[in-house]
T-cell receptor, first 112, second 114 residues
């Protein structure tokens, strides 16, 4: 089983749509969870951390279910500028270990 | 906003040659990383570096690879005897290293081995 698995996509949605991304992780020792976005041939950029209580940042809402080892990202009122690949990322922390494990990503295209 | 800088942005090298990719992490950061992304694939961890030594490395990071912090600002990845399958985007990253802080990525160095 892959360490981090995401919807394969791609997703094509019209502007204003709501889109949901799903992710599962296999290592129960994972302690920190993130959504990154990556534009074509660019570096990953942190979109938001994901907390157990769920968290929201404007149009973006992230949820974590530790029991199910499941993470989600919801984008409301999508904009053209949201077009990117969304990466689910987990981190096992301990000692000097801050290694990130990435999912393969889900490509989102928002159409006018 | 402080940023991680990488050079070169793109390098083409012949198979069998040695390549050095350079990075300047954010100045007060203590942890440094190299990741790579083969075209169309996921971002993969290569190595983490703390207190002038490797703290963790992946299976990918074999004897062909080495890292060094030659001075107080640069962090380098050396790839010896490059192979076609080393063609990828190589990302340097750094973090302060406290708690669940953010890891910041550089813009990447695109390596093409021909």
């Amino acid at each position: 089983r892959k360490e981090v698995e995401q919807d394969p996509g791609p997703f094509n949605v019209p502007e204003g749509a709501t889109v949901a991304f799903n992710c599962t992780y296999s290592n129960s020792a994972s302690q920190s969870f993130f959504w990154y976005r990556q534009d074509c041939r660019k570096e990953p950029k942190l979109l938001m951390s994901v907390y157990s209580s769920g968290n929201e940042d404007g149009r973006f809402t992230a949820q974590l279910n530790r029991a199910s080892q499941y993470i989600s990202l919801l984008i409301r009122d999508s904009k053209l500028s949201d077009s990117a690949t969304y990466l689910c990322v987990v981190r096992r922390s301990g000692g000097s270990n801050y290694k990130l494990t990435f999912g393969k990503g889900t490509l989102l295209t928002v159409n006018p | 906003e402080p940023e991680v800088t990488q050079t070169p942005s793109h390098q083409v090298t012949q198979m069998g040659q040695e390549v050095i990719l350079r990075c300047v992490p954010i100045s007060n950061h203590l942890y440094f990383y190299w990741y790579r992304q083969i075209l169309g694939q996921k971002v993969e961890f290569l190595v983490s570096f703390y207190n002038n030594e490797i703290s963790e490395k992946s299976e990918i990071f074999d004897d062909q690879f080495s890292v060094e912090r030659p001075d107080g600002s640069n962090f380098t990845l050396k790839i010896r005897s490059t192979k076609l399958e080393d063609s990828a985007m190589y990302f340097c990253a750094s973090s302060e290293g406290r708690g669940s802080d953010t890891i910041y990525f550089g813009e990447g160095s695109w390596l093409t081995v021909v």
